[in-house]
């Protein structure tokens, strides 16, 4: 393998690894701060990755939401019917 490849690999493991991560700590009930600590990750670099996946997630979602979920100017859009969706989007609006 050369090394863009290796390079590619590593990378989505890595993401495969944050998309446990992230959902684990947002829905795990303690502010993001507290859970950097417990598990000894950098506030820096939860963010970073959480961005990634966040975007990934996206890029994978080309149909339209099912609906959109506003809180004071910020608006996050539910596109699936999975239990506990709606929460997700409104914890993650509160943090905004």
């Known amino acids: 393998m050369d090394?863009?490849?290796?390079?590619?690999?590593?990378?989505?493991a890595n993401l495969q690894v944050w998309s446990q991560r992230v959902p684990e700590c947002r829905e795990g009930g303690m502010p993001v701060t507290q859970w950097c600590e417990s598990n000894g990750i950098s506030r820096k670099t939860y963010y970073r990755w959480?961005?990634?996946?966040?975007?990934?997630t996206v890029g994978e979602r080309r149909e339209e939401p099912k609906f959109t979920v506003r809180i004071g100017s910020v608006a996050g859009n539910v596109h699936g019917s999975r239990r506990g969706a709606v929460a997700a989007v409104v914890r993650a609006l509160t943090v905004c």
Do not use: L, M, P, S
């Open 50 to 56: 959480q961005k990634k996946v966040f975007d990934a």
């Open 3 to 12: 090394e863009i490849t290796i390079r590619g690999t590593r990378k989505q």
